[in-house]
């Protein structure tokens, strides 16, 4: 078995934790309102800032016999350099004040989700770092681009309000590919151990992020 299939396999628990959390289905049906979608991209806008800086100190920690993944590393740099000024003018796009998203403070689960992956990278092996772009990646791929098309027709938003969702959608499935090919070329033990760690992890920080954002109002509530 591939070391991908392998991944997928022993995360796969935790995996249906998060598809499970509730707002997740809600997304999936279109039923959350505005704030919950400006809420959603908000805390999207306060991990993403995060990517790029992120890879790059995957990168500078690698050591010698991991130093082949710097290649792949560098390339995911130039995908996803400027992803957060997307969900900005998302923010835009709903009405929302794209300024006040940045300047606001993330909830304590981003932050957690954020500063556990520099933690990893930092103190641990930085090449766990991979399993959080499983889960975000993965998830997205899976997930965003049904959710983006219900809550479009559901809050009659326009297409400019979802380019971060649509990005990271079902038309992604080629940076997905090649994830799955830099996994499938990981042999040592313990860096395995520690992106199925990693995923793990991921998972319920992540989707503690989820449940984290706030519910619909009561006033709309089955509406």
């Not at 628990?13 to 499970?20: D, M, N, T, V, W």
């Not at 704030?35 to 805390?43: E, G, R």
């Not at 050591?63 to 003018?89: F, K, T």
């Amino acid at each position: 078995m591939q070391f991908y299939d392998i991944l997928c396999q022993q995360t796969e628990p935790q995996r249906q934790q998060l598809i499970g959390t509730p707002l997740i289905g809600q997304a999936l049906t279109g039923d959350i309102d505005l704030d919950q979608y400006v809420a959603f991209l908000t805390q999207a806008y306060h991990h993403v800032k995060h990517t790029v800086p992120l890879m790059m100190a995957c990168g500078s920690r690698l050591n010698n016999d991991q130093a082949w993944l710097r290649q792949a590393i560098a390339e995911y740099v130039q995908e996803e350099i400027g992803h957060e000024a997307w969900i900005l003018s998302d923010i835009a796009a709903c009405g929302g004040d794209p300024d006040l998203a940045r300047r606001s403070q993330p909830l304590p689960a981003t932050e957690l989700m954020v500063a556990y992956a520099y933690h990893g990278i930092d103190r641990g092996n930085p090449v766990g770092f991979f399993g959080m772009v499983h889960v975000l990646e993965g998830t997205s791929t899976a997930l965003a681009t049904q959710a983006a098309q219900t809550i479009q027709l559901r809050l009659d938003l326009p297409d400019a309000a979802f380019s971060y969702l649509t990005s990271h959608g079902s038309l992604d499935l080629e940076h997905v590919a090649f994830f799955v090919n830099l996994m499938n070329q990981l042999q040592n033990e313990a860096d395995r151990a520690a992106v199925i760690h990693g995923a793990r992890m991921m998972y319920r920080l992540y989707g503690d992020i989820f449940r984290s954002l706030p519910q619909r109002a009561p006033s709309l509530a089955g509406v």
